[in-house]
């Protein structure tokens, strides 16, 4: 496909639980973003990778979160132990260097029950 | 990062232009303006840029007047499928513009009615 993929679209995850949440960024997208989303609220951001080096993870709010992208394409967002305070949907967005424009993916919307 | 100040919501009907004005009293001299529109259940997406005076694209058009402390989105003849909420970015657009994390406050929700 042409744009950024994530998966799954939706999460249900029980208080405790652990989730794993999947980016395709474009294809060839040197710069990788994650953003958190409260509903009703603008994006908010998590962390960013450079190719496989993650660079700025300022945004992260505990450490219960963990991202990686081992071969500077696919990214993966952990949260561990999950919070009722983790809901929200979770943003991927992808950029070209020469460009800079993210091109944001649908999101994965976490419900934590 | 400068900060901006958006309206939370506005209404309006199918054909009329929208005008959507943005605060951004500390912005800074190298600094861009950057509207993104969100629909339900989507990433946001780029809709235009701009430093100062006008631009224009085949979706909207960008005012900024002489002193850059605000910026006016305007969307021509509005449509039902143009519902959405609308964000106001301020920040540095250099080279390292695909490497910088974008900050967005709460948006503007638009409505619009048939």
């Known amino acids: 496909g042409a744009g950024v993929s994530q998966s799954p679209r939706y999460k249900v995850a029980k208080r405790g639980q652990d989730v794993a949440l999947r980016c395709d960024p474009i294809s060839g997208h040197v710069s990788l973003f994650w953003y958190q989303q409260a509903l009703g609220q603008g994006p908010e951001f998590l962390t960013y990778?450079?190719?496989?080096?993650?660079?700025?993870k300022s945004g992260l709010p505990s450490d219960r979160f963990f991202a990686e992208r081992p071969e500077g394409s696919v990214s993966t967002l952990k949260i561990q132990r999950t919070q009722q305070e983790d809901s929200a949907v979770y943003l991927c967005?992808?950029?070209?260097?020469?460009?800079?424009?993210?091109?944001f993916g649908p999101g994965t919307r976490l419900t934590v029950t | 990062l400068a900060k901006t100040t958006q309206p939370i919501s506005m209404d309006s009907y199918e054909g009329q232009e929208v005008n959507i004005t943005c605060s951004h009293n500390n912005i800074a001299t190298n600094d861009y303006i950057t509207w993104y529109q969100q629909f339900p259940s989507q990433g946001p997406r780029f809709i235009i840029q701009?430093?100062?005076t006008k631009v224009t694209n085949e979706v909207a058009s960008l005012f900024i007047p002489a002193d850059r402390k605000s910026s006016t989105l305007s969307l021509p003849r509005v449509s039902l499928s143009d519902t959405a909420v609308y964000y106001c970015l301020v920040g540095d657009r250099g080279v390292d513009t695909g490497r910088r994390a974008l900050t967005f406050g709460s948006g503007t929700r638009l409505q619009v009615q048939p």
């Open positions: 990778f450079q190719n496989e080096a993650q660079l700025d």
């Open positions: 701009g430093y100062k």
């Open positions: 967005a992808s950029s070209d260097r020469e460009l800079g424009e993210q091109y």
